[in-house]
């Protein structure tokens, strides 16, 4: 329950003469575009605008302009009016108005859900308790906000966790978090504690893991939330291990912090699955361009020696006169044609990832339980959902335009073979996160670019 009290004209002067500022104008006057439509439904714009004034006084400063209103800067006035689009000339109108004024301050208090503050027993106990131990009045006055704003706190979060509470549908599956496994660790501890390296055995525990969390049923919605309560709650169920739950007293609380607790876990395991998947493609791109290089190196020394080899034949050729001659020298030279025959062509560097691809084996399991999407890239997103069935496709079916040039050229090298293809996948998959052209809702630091944007007003 919020609060509001009158403040004598001084302090209000004193108030308002803070808002010039361009900062706070922006800050405390400025509409949210649901408020904007909500606003703009009265018949006259100058009741409009008088309204909004009142509604932003009250929301952003608790400031009551019934009888004030010849305080408010243009500055405020002009920045209001223009976001409504009025014309602010008749707005003394508006004020002149009592019972219109009145009406509308009384709408703003309901919708706010602010009520008078008063001094009630449980309020007049705490003063009394204040006063008892300190006679400093700035300490008193901080103690006593400190008091009502932990009771605030209290209350709030209380309405939070039944909120979170009514969306788990199952609390059953939730308590097994708390059941100790044949090892005596917690499933909780085991999940809180998993830490992967750099591997495709790292993937796939995190992607195990993920499957596991989602067997516990839907996730909580934690969006009616701020991000800073989000980031509030993270960290004290970052603080928390399965004793300290156990013993909550507010079965509110403690289902909501199991709830909370695989919500935040599944966006930190898809984070993890993207980076570890990242970096390991990365390490067996690295090696496989290593080993492709020093190959080609040694066929390089290789082909010299050839070189100097074939020169010293055809100067041997040269010198033969006799048939005979000649065809003894042909039988001396059998043995370095078998050597010629034997050795490899340079190789390129899909050769060697071809050699590495089964250490990146888990491409069904990531596209099963990771779901990516697209706004600049539908034809990758189709690819994606279809990929497991594509062995039963043939090739003038499989659409491969939309691959970088270089993967293109290994698709059909290789035949459309089903290995270069999810290699592809890894890459693309990598390369299109890394530019915001692929992303996953469930993730958090993977999320759309537009999932960060706000209104522009």
């Not at 969390?213 to 934690?222: F, P």
């Not at 033969?320 to 020298?329: L, N």
């Amino acid at each position: 329950m919020k609060f509001y009290g009158q403040r004598n004209e001084k302090e209000l002067r004193l108030l308002i003469k803070s808002f010039f500022s361009e900062e706070n104008i922006a800050t405390d006057f400025s509409l949210t575009i649901d408020e904007i439509h909500r606003i703009k439904k009265f018949n006259k714009p100058y009741i409009s605008l008088g309204y909004a004034l009142q509604y932003l006084f009250l929301k952003n400063r608790g400031i009551s302009l019934l009888n004030l209103h010849d305080l408010i800067p243009k500055q405020i006035v002009n920045h209001v009016a223009e976001q409504i689009n009025c014309n602010p000339k008749r707005l003394d109108k508006y004020w002149a108005i009592k019972a219109t004024k009145s009406r509308n301050f009384q709408d703003i208090i309901k919708n706010l859900k602010y009520s008078r503050f008063y001094i009630d027993a449980d309020i007049d106990r705490l003063i009394y308790n204040i006063s008892l131990s300190t006679g400093n009045k700035f300490s008193m006055v901080k103690m006593f906000i400190e008091e009502l704003v932990s009771k605030g706190i209290a209350t709030t979060e209380t309405i939070i966790y039944k909120r979170i509470y009514d969306q788990i549908q199952n609390k059953d599956k939730l308590d097994k978090l708390l059941s100790i496994e044949s090892n005596g660790i917690s499933r909780f501890s085991r999940i809180k504690n998993t830490s992967v390296n750099t591997s495709s055995n790292g993937v796939k525990e995190l992607l195990k893991l993920i499957k596991e969390i989602n067997e516990y049923g839907d996730m909580v919605d934690l969006s009616f939330l701020s991000e800073s309560k989000i980031r509030y709650f993270n960290t004290q169920i970052q603080r928390s291990h399965k004793i300290r739950i156990e013993r909550f007293k507010d079965i509110y609380k403690k289902y909501s912090y199991l709830g909370m607790f695989l919500y935040f876990k599944r966006k930190e395991f898809m984070d993890m699955v993207i980076e570890v998947t990242s970096n390991h493609a990365y390490a067996i791109s690295k090696r496989s361009k290593r080993k492709t290089q020093e190959y080609n190196s040694k066929n390089q020394a290789k082909y010299k020696t050839n070189s100097d080899k074939l020169k010293m034949v055809v100067e041997n050729i040269l010198e033969i006169d006799s048939f005979s001659d000649f065809k003894k020298y042909q039988d001396s030279i059998s043995a370095l044609k078998i050597e010629l025959d034997s050795q490899e062509d340079d190789l390129e560097e899909i050769d060697f990832l071809l050699k590495s691809y089964q250490s990146i084996n888990y491409i069904n399991d990531l596209l099963d339980i990771i779901e990516f999407d697209s706004n600049t890239k539908p034809e990758l997103i189709k690819f994606l959902r279809q990929f497991k069935n594509q062995r039963n496709k043939k090739k003038n079916e499989v659409d491969i335009s939309f691959f970088d040039l270089k993967w293109q050229k290994n698709i059909k090298k290789y035949e459309y073979s089903k290995k270069v293809l999810g290699m592809t996948l890894i890459y693309t998959i990598r390369d299109c996160i890394r530019s915001g052209d692929l992303f996953v809702r469930e993730s958090k630091k993977y999320n759309s670019f537009d999932h960060y944007l706000i209104a522009p007003i």
